[in-house]
Nanobody, 115 residues
Framework: QVQLVESGGGLVQPGGSLRLSCAAS????????MVWYRQPPGKERELVASMSRSGSALYADSVKGRFGISMDNAKNMGYLQMNSLKPEDTAVYYCYVPYRSMNYWGQGTQVTVSS
């Protein structure tokens, strides 16, 4: 079993920044891929960013140039740096890790962008 715990969410004003963290623990040797999703109020869950072990990253068009994903395999940690936040970024953010044919999700962390 693998456990994922997100942290770093909160309330921020438009234009502000937040850094989300995702800590992986349990029966995991190393991260092969980490993905961040978000679910805005009343909407479907959507992919935000994804990174592979090789460092290859992809982003949703809505966050390109504003968000940055990274991983620290030595610590089994993943991060999502969010800059120039907009009200439409308000959502619950989840980290997702596929590992050994299983899919693991964190519990989510709330990000609210509001003045």
């Amino acid at each position: 079993q693998v456990q994922l715990v997100e942290s770093g969410g909160g309330l921020v004003q438009p234009g502000g920044s937040l850094r989300l963290s995702c800590a992986a623990s349990g029966s995991i040797f190393s991260l092969n891929r980490m993905v961040w999703y978000r679910q805005p109020p009343g909407k479907e869950r959507e992919l935000v960013a994804s990174m592979s072990r090789s460092g290859s990253a992809l982003y949703a068009d809505s966050v390109k140039g504003r968000f940055g994903i990274s991983m620290d395999n030595a610590k089994n940690m993943g991060y999502l740096q969010m800059n120039s936040l907009k009200p439409e970024d308000t959502a619950v953010y989840y980290c997702y890790v596929p590992y050994r044919s299983m899919n693991y999700w964190g519990q989510g962390t709330q990000v609210t962008v509001s003045s």
